[in-house]
C-alpha cells in the first residue's frame, strides 16, 4: 500500500477483520463527499460521481481485494460484492464481544490501563 499517507482512514483488510469499522469510515467520508447515493440502491449518480465513489473505495480497499474486484466499475456493484463477502462477520463478530464481556474480570489485569483498553476493544 504505498499511497497510504493519503488515505483517510485504515484500508479494508483481505481478511475483512475491520470490515465493521470501515463500512462505517466509507459512509461517514461519502457523505462528507455528498456521494453516499452513489452505494445506495436504484441511484441516479452521474457517472463523474460513480467514478469519484469507485476510486474512493478501491483506494481505501487491500490491494488483493483491489486485483479480485479489477473488473467492477461501478461503486454500488462493488460495495455489494465486498457486503456479500464480509457481512457474516457481524454474526461472528457480536456473540465473541458477548461472550468477551462475560469473561472481562478487572483481577486479570495488572493496571487499570489495561483492563480499558480490553474494555474498549470489546465495546468496539
Request: no cysteine.
Amino acid at each position: 500500500m504505498a499511497n497510504i499517507e493519503n488515505q483517510k482512514f485504515i484500508a479494508l483488510d483481505i481478511s475483512g477483520k475491520n470490515y465493521l469499522s470501515w463500512v462505517l469510515d466509507v459512509k461517514l467520508h461519502l457523505s462528507a463527499k455528498k456521494l453516499r447515493h452513489t452505494i445506495e440502491e436504484e441511484n441516479v449518480a452521474i457517472n463523474e460521481e460513480r467514478a469519484t465513489a469507485l476510486i474512493f473505495l478501491r483506494h481505501h480497499i487491500d490491494d488483493g481485494l483491489k486485483y479480485e474486484y479489477l473488473t467492477v466499475e461501478n461503486p454500488l456493484e462493488l460495495w455489494q460484492n465486498l457486503n456479500d463477502r464480509f457481512e457474516h462477520l457481524k454474526a461472528v463478530v457480536l456473540p465473541k464481544a458477548l461472550n468477551d464481556w462475560s469473561q472481562l474480570r478487572f483481577q486479570d489485569f495488572k493496571t487499570v490501563s489495561e483492563y480499558n483498553s480490553t474494555l474498549f476493544k470489546i465495546v468496539s
